[in-house]
């Protein structure tokens, strides 16, 4: 039982942890594009992460970083973009989609850390709609969504422009009807306030990373919008049940077995991200987590079926 | 300028190595499945390497090994298969559609080996038509076909059988008109002899691999019918150019810069296998491969696109 009929697709338990494919299957596939999308689903995963982003023209495109990163984006003539990175917010829809994002640079950090992925070419920054309307599809009717508004830092104090994010976002997905399958997910805290205000058909999932953990090469997280951690009085998991969330999404190295249990006895679930290693994942797997989100699901697909365990209910 | 056009796709040289998709792209997809092939051509390898193993009733079908290893295999009841594993040639294609060829045992050795490979459900063994179908299909005009023949150790002594094998694929392939893209390749060069009689317009594909080479788990290389490379007095590319032979297919602990540049000398192209691992990857382009086969096509792609090379002609 649970007042959300979205969760059913991130809860764990009973020989069940739900394997979230992360940007799609960013290990495999370029990140957050249609062509990864698919595939992710094709291998079975159906619950998926990805990030919003508004262009200037506030159409919700699906993106991670508010800069769009030279090691990942070649401009017409196929070259890689270089000089300063531009924001997606400055730009429109159409002169995104002038830009490739179906390789990254090899020479690039960020191009090692994703020396697997696929080099694909004439791959174009989706927008929401193009997700949602796979989703929608009666064939994907078994698909979750884990859509993380990214909060842009500099209109943090935009109260208004703050409000268009999460009301661009909420319309798209009430579009289409898919509130029953969508959880609205994001670092800043306050910015699900506002969710919640506005769509209050869906649940709240709260992303964390407690401040120390080194970032990542071709992550923008030093960026983030987020509460102080160091002013909190409670455990995380407390102060999101106290803030009305529903699902607790933390950083894999902020994970123990009691924090998980602590989050489960409030009534919380638990997905954890990026977990990629597969020591990392097996450590995932014996904290108890629901939901494991990965670049590579191969891989936890594999760690999981090791132990006699699913991702999918009844195992199919 | 060449007599056979099949072996532009194959041939390297102006910053173009030839990516081979193995068995699809076993890294990644479960092999030698259209769910395999699909994914490999979207990401842009447009070159496949593959196996063809008759069944009982002729029927020829894509799969590597004369015997269907268990831990690629499930019963119908969806539990791996245990005891004798039965050859394919004893099989009627109907009792093959029973299984499931979706997923590794990650418990098995070989599981183990392709530990990120995707685990699907629902998955059959392929029919050669079925890949040559996609092949036919316009949007597939850049498709080319490195099609192994399985060499039955059972009936090595059989000439009619061994007849009865090349005739089948052979057929399948003229069905279609794909002979302009199609590579007839075998470990047993007396079965590319029957080739070249029965289809003298497609080229033979040599594939060699030296005597004290440790076999790797779930390959059945110990049965492999082949020739005596012991009691060869000349080199094996002269040997294949002897034969008749056009390209030649070493393992790639077999490969020297110095064997490459006398097959060149000979005329003979080369594609080597199965190179996953970047430092060998990386000798290989130094060697002077035209051709890679890999299990993991993106990483060959980072690697040739790091040096400024390509896989496609135009490297679109």
Redesign the interface.
């Known amino acids: 039982m649970t007042e959300f009929p979205q969760l059913n697709g991130f809860r764990g338990g009973g020989g069940i942890i739900r394997l979230i494919g992360h940007r799609g299957a960013r290990?495999?596939?370029p990140e957050n594009t249609m062509?990864g999308f698919a595939?992710t689903y094709?291998?079975?995963v159906v619950a998926f992460e990805f990030d919003v982003v508004l262009t200037r023209d506030q159409i919700p495109v699906i993106t991670h970083n508010h800069r769009l990163a030279n090691a990942a984006t070649r401009a017409p003539d196929?070259n890689w973009k270089t000089g300063a990175e531009p924001k997606v917010a400055d730009l429109t829809f159409d002169e995104l989609q002038t830009l490739d994002v179906g390789?990254?640079d090899?020479?690039s950090e960020y191009?090692q850390r994703f020396?697997?992925?696929?080099?694909?070419?004439g791959v174009r920054i989706p927008r929401l709609c193009d997700l949602l309307d796979m989703a929608a599809q009666p064939e994907h009717a078994d698909m979750h969504l884990l859509l993380e508004l990214k909060s842009d830092p500099d209109i943090k104090d935009d109260t208004s422009a703050r409000a268009q994010v999460v009301a661009s976002v909420v319309q798209e997905v009430r579009k289409r009807h898919l509130e029953p399958r969508t959880v609205l997910h994001s670092f800043d805290w306050d910015l699900l306030d506002e969710c919640r205000r506005q769509a209050p058909e869906m649940p709240t999932s709260y992303l964390s990373e407690l401040p120390g953990n080194v970032d990542e090469p071709g992550e923008d997280s030093a960026t983030l919008v987020g509460p102080d951690y160091a002013a909190m009085t409670v455990s995380v998991p407390q102060a999101i049940k106290d803030a009305g969330g529903q699902m607790w999404c933390p950083y894999y190295m902020d994970v123990t077995p009691d924090l998980v249990s602590e989050a489960h006895a409030l009534g919380l679930l638990v997905s954890t991200w990026t977990v990629n290693d597969?020591a990392d994942i097996e450590a995932m797997i014996d904290a108890g987590a629901d939901g494991i989100v990965s670049d590579?699901?191969?891989?936890v697909?594999?760690?999981l079926?090791?132990r006699g365990m699913h991702w999918r209910d009844g195992?199919?």
Request: with cysteine; hydrophobic share 30%.
């Open positions: 290990g495999v596939m062509e595939f094709r291998i079975g196929g390789g990254l090899g020479q191009g020396s697997d992925q696929a080099f694909m070419s597969k590579y699901p191969g891989r697909q594999h760690c079926l090791n195992g199919a």
